[in-house]
């Protein structure tokens, strides 16, 4: 049987060195007989209601030297009390049963859930994969290709039927590759989702509408990556179709009544090339605003 070996956090002469866990919702197949032992544990995050998130060094006792080297050397040790906590990790650990051909490649590979008795009572433990640390800037202001890679997972993992629901850069990690890994399917949906995005998210082009895209997850993505080019553009005060900046000539057209043609041409060509010169920071990963301080994708 499964065993992981998870240390006292809080030595004791008095008591064990180590808790043991055991797996629980496996056939046991290449876990058979197999004893992992966690050591070098360090708090990485504390949330709520007696949960953290452990990083470690992981140490491999089994009768298959195959399955041992399948292992990788650090992991993830999400640890919950409580049985709604518990239920709530055996469903994440069901997210990953669900998009097992995704893990290794755009989210992590887990090692199963275990359960046993530590130090605050019952807990449960989901093993996975150590990728790397979180993404720590905008996702915006990441590169074009590994927006492209970000959306592209998203992508995979709803064609699979999973919604993710937490889409924000904490929960993208960076793998030693330095290509995104989607984590965090605590809070994921699975049931009746039939996305009706069919094909990868088209990059630069006019925003498409919310409801006539048709996913909420995945335009709510293509939002926080800066995907997608504004289709309204503010000119002193008034919003106009973003086909107005194509010339000066054209802005100058859409000014407020009143406003002289003179002075709507001189304010379009200032406008015009504000909006220049953010489209050239934002194709170059960089942040831009208009002139009044607002983001020009806003």
Known sequence: MALLRFPRLFPDERLPEFYDLLLVDSDEGSHKNMRLTLTDVVCIYEG???SAVYRATIRVTSDSPEA?????????????????ARDKLHFESSMYEKLQDLQGR???????????????????????EYCGEELTRKLRYTSWDFRRQVLDSLFEIHRRGVVHNDVREWNIV????????IVDF???QSKNHDCPVKSPIEFDIPEPDEFHFGCNELHWAGQLADVWLPTMFLFLGRRVP??????????????P???????ALERAHVYYQMYRTALEKRKCCEPYKYLDGNMVDK
């Open 68 to 84: 041992a080297e399948h292992l990788p050397r650090e992991v993830v040790c999400k640890v919950v009390y409580g049985r709604p």
């Open 186 to 188: 605590d809070i994921a």
């Open 174 to 181: 960076i793998n030693k590759e330095g290509r995104p890994i």
């Open 242 to 255: 973003i086909k107005y900046t194509d010339s000066p000539e054209l802005l100058a057209k859409v000014a």
């Open 48 to 50: 709520k209601k007696l």
């Open 257 to 263: 009544p009143g406003t002289s043609p003179e002075e």
């Open 106 to 128: 755009l989210i992590p590979r887990c090692f199963g859930l275990y359960e046993g008795e530590m130090d605050d009572g019952r807990a449960a433990c989901l093993l996975l």
